[in-house]
């Protein structure tokens, strides 16, 4: 079902106000209502509309004023100014500081719908699908990362989304896929972090039978299964030197060639990536190739970290509640407002990722229906109050791993190397990433 519209209405004269709101409601909006600029902006901090309907000439701050701090605060919000005074002057400084529209008193209704539509078809999705219902938020600052979302949705450009682990980039990139033109076709993700450099290769472009040891049959690969929609390129940080050489030439040549293969596909796919790693220092430090980096930085979305958006938190637990209680059978109905506001004062130092879990734990240990704050505070207490990042747990993993496979080949890189799937060059790294010897795990007994 189609959404209606919601509408901020900011004028110093109050029956005007009324008069204005309940004509607008008529038209089946919603409607709230301000009676001067920074009444406006503690609204807009609330909630975002999709429009802001606002008088010019006002005591304080006049509408000009309260659109250029819209304007700089909530990106691509349409404002329409109204006024008594209407002038050729007027109009013409309010249309070119970048208001949507101008309308003089008394509002002609048939003009006060043309320019609301108008204004509407920029600030709401030209389908109504729900894109977005997967990016759960009241936060005027993700609010403002979704509007962006949506404005970039339909340009066929590389967005690269940046920010913490566990903030959403992947429900973001499906958002962006959602409300794109190619929402019809895959929408596709690759973790560069999760595989060894070889199999990455044939998940990105696909393989032969044959190619290498392993490959009974024919892959088409990443780029080819996403044909016509979106891949995304997830930790794309972690991605190999050779490999950002053959993404760079994939992108820039529109063809892949699968491993094995002596002809080159072409390709139409949309390129998302995501990393919560700071990929202007990994150029520095020459891990990440500058031009790849603006290959895949033609847009730079950056997801806020869940402490700045904490009037999320009791909205995202009881979702993460409703989750689970479709999934399985559990006697758990809801929280206790002191278990809430425990969560909503908590640090979250793994984002939402980290309060998923935590709901979860929750869940699996109460002994009644409502989950109580005792619980919540034993939960957040555990370990120390720490919860670990994915890159933190990612990295003990890796240590121990490492030890594991060293102690096992008792030091000989190219035994461990060969092991843990990697080449010399890149295991070397690994040990020098975790400051680990290869020298310290040979037999001492031996002459």
């Known amino acids: 079902m189609k959404r209606k519209a919601k509408i901020l209405l900011v004028d110093d004269d109050t029956s005007l106000l009324k008069l204005l ?3 607008l409601k008529s038209e089946g909006f919603v409607v709230q209502t301000a009676e001067s600029g920074p009444q406006a902006l503690e609204q807009l901090e609330k909630e975002r509309p999709d429009l802001v309907l606002s008088d010019l000439k006002m005591d304080g701050m006049d509408g000009l004023a309260l659109f250029d701090r819209i304007q700089a605060q909530y ?3 349409p404002v329409i100014i109204m006024t008594a005074h209407g002038s050729i002057t007027d109009a013409v400084t309010a249309t070119r500081s970048g208001v949507f529209g101008f309308l003089t008193k008394p509002i002609d209704k048939e003009s006060l719908r043309k320019t ?8 709401l999705p030209a389908h109504e699908t729900d894109w977005q219902a997967q990016v759960m938020t009241r936060s005027p600052v993700m609010e403002g990362v979704l509007e962006q979302a949506r404005r970039i949705a339909p340009l066929d450009i590389s967005v690269l989304l940046t920010g913490p682990s566990g903030t959403g980039k992947k429900l973001m990139a499906q958002a962006i896929h959602d409300a794109g033109p190619r929402r019809d076709y895959p929408f596709m993700v690759l973790n560069c972090g999760a595989l060894t450099e070889q199999l990455l290769e044939s998940e990105l472009f696909g393989h032969v039978k044959g190619a290498f040891s392993g490959a009974l049959s024919d892959h088409p690969g990443l780029f080819l299964s996403a044909q016509g929609g979106t891949l995304l390129l997830d930790e794309i940080g972690d991605l190999p030197p050779l490999l950002q050489v053959k993404l760079l030439r994939a992108l820039e040549q529109q063809q892949v060639r699968p491993l094995g293969s002596s002809h080159n596909v072409s390709i139409d796919v949309r390129i998302l990536s995501a990393t919560s790693r700071d990929l202007v220092t990994a150029m520095e430090q020459g891990q990440f190739r500058e031009d790849l980096f603006y290959r895949l930085n033609v847009f730079n979305l ?3 970290a869940l402490e700045e958006r904490p009037e999320d938190i009791p909205l995202l637990a009881r979702h993460f509640l409703d989750h689970i209680r479709q999934r399985q059978q559990t006697q758990v ?5 002191e278990a809430l506001a425990l969560l909503a004062g908590a640090a979250w130092p793994g984002n939402v990722q980290q309060l998923r879990n935590t709901v979860e734990q929750a869940v699996a240990l109460a002994s009644a229906p409502v989950i109580g704050p005792q ?4 939960i957040l207490s555990g370990g120390g109050g720490h919860f670990p990042t994915f890159n933190e747990a990612r990295a003990d993993f890796e240590r121990v791993y490492l030890h594991k496979v060293l102690r096992m080949t008792e030091g000989n890189v190219t035994q461990a190397a060969a092991l843990a799937g990697r080449n010399r060059t890149d295991f070397y790294k690994l040990l020098n990433r975790h400051g680990l010897e290869a020298s310290s ?3 001492k007994s031996e002459p």
């Open 21 to 23: 709101g309940l004509r």
């Open 75 to 77: 990106v691509g919000l």
């Open 116 to 123: 609301i539509n108008e204004a509407l078809s920029v600030s």
């Open 302 to 304: 950056a997801l806020p």
């Open 333 to 337: 109905t809801g929280f206790a407002p």
């Open 375 to 378: 619980l919540i505070e034993s």
């Open 441 to 443: 795990y040979k037999d």
